[in-house]
């Protein structure tokens, strides 16, 4: 047994500590605090303005619009909302829309203001680096006021003192005055009382000062000087307040004290503040302290406190808490025991007779004996030791995971092999398993309703024990989310919770719900159930512990305060105090008074934004969307986890739930709505409804819009019956099309076929020949060998010798021919490129050089071809239809020349992505009015250069296919030059080609364009 004397002191100082600084838009060192009516937290910087935070953002505001000065030390509110802002050159009035002017006597225009004060009238109290000064809403005019007999008129801290009057802080000492007498006291049991930076009159009527040299209190007529002797953290004292539980928090130079009435506790860097030159402390609505410094402003809540093994926990990873009827705290962890009886912790193990060091559950019963489920047995309290109780006692399984005492005094035992009852009479242990019908041999939780059923939680499934009758529960048959039910709770009107790996599972009279993270869970893997004395259940979770009221899920992280977000153990007080036992340590959670937190609707954006919502708002049913803003302020609940619970009445049926701050309407209808919005908080507060009164008004363009549109479905059945006889015309000048397209490759085929079958004829003819002279050769040969004649006889002979040259020479001739059937075969065959891809990488020369091969019967000895072939690079096409192409200019440049000779030259270079290829003859050349219809179906001209009918158009569609361009340079008399640029990239548009011609330039007799 180990025993740890409490340090309270130190555990005490303990919270939950957050910061803002310029990473969260901070925009300098903060010099005071206000919250206004509104919940918004004002801060007054050193040359910045001031800041307005409301727990998501900050903005500022400062000389730009319209402040006096930029260092703000004071800030007030009146009763009309109004905030008061005292700078280093003057004061300022902000009415929620921009700063007003203020009308001030002659020698208050630059005053430096040190404090202000509201007073119980009313009025706003101003002092000043000059005096005293007062604005009176009557007069409407900042007026001074005269202090008689006050040795330093240097004023920097006001109190109200509760009966009319004032305390005054000065420069030297500190003044009374009330009903216009002046009482000055300049030092305190003979030493000089420095300069009162602060002054409080707190609940007991008691005066403390904040000075230069200490915290002097004034009781009565008793004075006492605290310094830092005495416990404060620092002799120079900037700010006091008293909090909601009448301790006075001390703002020095050297941290943050806090005083019980007994002692100083002090706080420094170690616990949470950002910089321990404090200028101010404060207390918001919900009992939260700020502390402002010039290293940015720390946040800072009692509510959670952590307790570890460091302060005499047995050890960290928690897992059972109790408090017994002695009130003692038992808290069973992964390490041992440990029992708080108030002033100690002590610590249990093996060596006190407990089982096993590992304990899982705690539970103390009707008869007040203290029982003790670990990993090695059960554990009963004798005195100050520990009984064991093991399987050779009776029990089914050591591992005795969970405990409960039902209705009748029955202890019943969770364990890794089943589930035990001992009966409370006699002591004798009775056993079930799954072969009795439990769902799961491995139990997490042990549960009995309002109706005396008790309910198994386990790995496998959950149980509900009903008598002798058995009910199973599991995923397989739709009714859980998971299968591993770790936590139990039953709560009121007899509704059973379960906590799975797969949400949270609710059961009443037989109908059942699942809740998951989309519901507002932080985690789905739910280790530990609990009701609490409201009713809420609290749920731990992987992800934090999450609190359920039945409508709204809030959860707490270790960002509030807990030792870890993974819990393993809950226990709640009648006072309301939530002990979490966590695997990182003990947390004690004492709840916040209740507080509800503010609401207000902020814009409604339709048609334009709308933020005068003072008397409604009016949108046209034109503008379609409709978005309403609103927002909460609150300091303890997370930035986005504020829940917003809205409806539109009239659109919404149920209230819906949000974390965002704007919700979306489309296309509302004309009426007149009402929409509410209730803020929840995490501690499950709920706002007062905050109401927008919105109406949805008709468009005054209604009727016109009627009539058009009648007019436009009118218009719209005409312009289809129209399009229809158009696409039937189309249809039918498409099919005419594609006759008059076959009818002219069939002529280009003919003309093809014609000049190719002509020049096959003359090596067919040779090798006729050949055949024909090869014949009679061999005829030959055999009459000369056939005479009888000797070889000697033959060889002296001249006639072999001429039929075998004659043969010679005729096989010459046929290689000859052949070679030229092959040439015009390989030229066909390339052309065609009938045993190629029909899109492919290809050489463009390739393709010229066969279509060229081709057109040379045509051409004869008049024509000549001049080739000017650069380097290319390799294209990406469709060569069938290419080869086509040039073989339709080909032939056009050949007919240009009507039976004369003529030259055609081609030309190919590689430009900057493009592969221009250029056909260029000196026929007779194309006139100008000719050229503008050239590429139209159908266009041909006997007596002119074209005469190929549907070639041109469709050369220029292929071309326009392969997303190039097709030009024609043409002059009378000159020649004709067809130029095609096609890009080397590759296809980058498909489909018809454009309806607008190609380029065409022309010129006329003068060569000019």
């Not at 950002?274 to 509510?303: C, H, K, M, P």
């Not at 090695?376 to 405990?403: K, P, S």
């Amino acid at each position: 047994m180990k025993r740890v004397v409490c340090d309270r002191r130190h555990i005490r100082r303990r919270g939950t500590w957050r910061s803002l600084d310029g990473t969260n838009g901070l925009p300098g060192p903060v010099l005071c605090f206000h919250q206004d009516q509104d919940g918004y937290l004002w801060m007054g910087t050193w040359g910045c303005g001031v800041a307005l935070y409301d727990g998501n953002t900050i903005t500022t505001l400062g000389i730009e619009e319209g402040l006096t000065g930029d260092r703000v030390w004071a800030i007030a509110e009146d009763g009309l909302g109004r905030k008061w802002l005292g700078t280093t050159v003057g004061l300022s009035c902000w009415d929620g829309n921009g700063f007003l002017p203020i009308d001030v006597e002659e020698g208050l225009q630059d005053i430096d203001v040190d404090d202000l004060l509201l007073g119980p009238d009313g009025q706003l109290w101003v002092a000043h680096a000059t005096g005293l000064a007062v604005y009176d809403d009557h007069d409407r005019r900042l007026q001074p006021v005269a202090l008689p007999g006050l040795e330093s008129h240097a004023l920097v801290s006001l109190a109200n003192d509760g009966e009319g009057g004032l305390w005054i802080g000065c420069t030297k000492g500190v003044a009374h005055w009330r009903n216009n007498q002046i009482e000055q006291w300049l030092e305190v049991d003979g030493d000089a009382m420095d300069e009162v930076e602060a002054v409080l009159v707190d609940s007991q009527s008691r005066v403390w000062f904040g000075t230069g040299d200490g915290l002097v209190l004034l009781d009565a007529d008793h004075w006492r000087r605290y310094r830092r002797a005495d416990g404060l953290s620092h002799d120079v004292v900037r700010s006091l307040i008293e909090d909601r539980d009448g301790r006075i928090w001390v703002a020095t130079l050297g941290g943050v004290s806090c005083f019980d009435g007994d002692e100083f506790i002090t706080y420094d860097i170690d616990d949470g503040l950002v910089n321990r030159q404090i200028t101010d402390v404060f207390e918001d609505a919900a009992g939260d302290l700020w502390f402002g410094s010039f290293g940015g402003v720390s946040q800072y809540s009692q509510s959670f406190t952590t307790i570890t093994a460091e302060d005499g926990l047995a050890g960290n990873d928690m897992r059972a808490i109790l408090r017994d009827v002695a009130g003692h705290m038992w808290y069973g962890t992964l390490s041992g025991l440990t029992q708080f009886d108030g002033e100690a912790l002590i610590s249990y193990d093996e060596g006190d007779g407990l089982p096993d060091s590992r304990v899982f559950a705690i539970l103390q019963d009707s008869q007040h004996r203290l029982w003790v489920g670990t990993q090695a047995g059960l554990g009963l309290r004798e005195g100050n030791r520990f009984r064991a109780i093991t399987t050779a006692d009776g029990l089914l399984n050591d591992r005795v995971y969970c405990l409960f005492e039902d209705a009748d005094g029955a202890l019943w035992l969770g364990t890794e092999a089943g589930l035990t009852r001992r009966d409370p009479d006699s002591g004798a242990y009775r056993h079930w398993t799954t072969d009795d019908g439990l769902a799961g041999d491995d139990i997490n939780a042990i549960r009995q309703d309002d109706a005396g059923r008790l309910w198994i939680a386990s790995e496998t499934g959950l149980t509900c024990i009903d008598g002798d009758t058995f009910t199973l529960y599991t995923e397989a048959d739709g009714d859980l989310p998971s299968d591993h039910v770790h936590g139990l709770a039953i709560g009121r009107d007899g509704v059973v919770w379960a906590g799975t790996t797969g949400g949270l599972w609710r059961w009443h009279d037989g109908d059942s719900r699942v809740y998951t993270q989309a519901d507002g869970l932080a985690s789905g893997q739910i280790l530990r159930l609990m009701t609490d004395a409201m009713g809420y259940i609290w749920l731990a979770t992987w992800g934090g512990v999450s609190r359920f009221d039945g409508e709204v899920f809030q959860t707490l992280t270790a960002e509030d305060g807990l030792a870890n977000h993974i819990v393993m153990a809950i226990y709640s007080e009648p006072d309301g105090t939530i002990w979490f036992g966590t695997t990182a340590g003990l947390t004690v959670f004492q709840q916040p008074q209740p507080t509800p937190p503010p609401v207000a609707v902020q814009a409604v954006v339709a048609d334009r934004r709308y933020e005068d919502l003072t008397a409604g708002v009016m949108v046209p049913a034109s503008a379609g969307l409709t978005a309403i803003e609103f927002n909460s302020v609150n300091y303890r609940t997370r930035p986005g986890s504020m829940v917003y619970r809205y409806r539109l009445q009239g659109i919404d049926e149920n209230w819906r739930s949000t974390n965002e701050r704007r919700v979306e309407y489309e296309d509302l209808p004309p009426r007149l709505y009402t929409f509410q919005v209730i803020a929840v908080d995490r501690d499950l507060n709920y706002s007062m409804p905050a109401e927008l009164t919105l109406t949805v008004t008709p468009d005054t363009r209604d009727e016109k819009i009627d009539a058009l549109e009648q007019r436009v479905q009118e218009r719209t059945q005409t312009l289809q019956e129209q399009n229809r006889e158009l696409e039937e015309a189309l249809a039918e000048l498409r099919q005419t099309q594609n006759q008059m397209i076959v009818q002219e490759k069939m002529a280009a085929l003919g003309n093809l076929v014609a000049g190719i079958a002509h020049e096959l004829n003359t090596p067919l003819g040779t090798v006729k020949s050949a055949a024909d002279v090869s014949a009679r050769g061999l005829a030959r040969i055999r009459d000369v060998l056939g005479a009888g004649k000797s070889i000697d006889e033959v060889r002296q002979g001249q006639t072999l010798d001429r039929v075998l040259k004659a043969l010679g020479d005729n096989s010459q001739a046929t290689t000859e021919a052949i070679e030229r059937l092959s040439r015009i075969v390989g030229s066909l065959k390339t052309f065609t490129h009938l045993d190629r891809a029909e899109y492919e990488r290809v050489d463009v020369h390739e393709g010229l050089d066969s279509a060229l091969t081709l057109m040379e019967p045509r051409f004869g000895a008049r024509v000549k071809v001049v080739r000017d072939y650069g380097e290319l690079p390799p294209l990406n096409c469709y060569p069938q239809e290419l080869n086509q192409v040039y073989m339709s200019l080909l032939l056009n440049a050949c007919q240009a020349f009507e039976g004369d000779s003529g030259q055609i030259r081609i030309s190919t270079r590689a430009e900057e992505g493009f592969v221009s290829i250029e056909f260029g003859d000196d026929g007779r050349g194309i006139p100008a009015d000719r050229l503008a219809n050239i590429f139209e179906p159908s266009f041909a001209s006997k007596e002119g250069r074209v005469a190929m009918g549907m070639g041109l158009s469709l050369s220029y569609n292929i071309v326009r296919k392969h997303a190039g361009t097709l030009e024609i340079d043409s002059e009378p008399g000159r020649g004709t030059t067809v130029t095609i640029r096609l890009p080397t990239t590759g296809l980058q548009r498909r489909g018809p080609p454009p309806t607008r011609g190609a380029t065409v330039r022309t010129r006329d007799a003068a060569g000019e364009s």
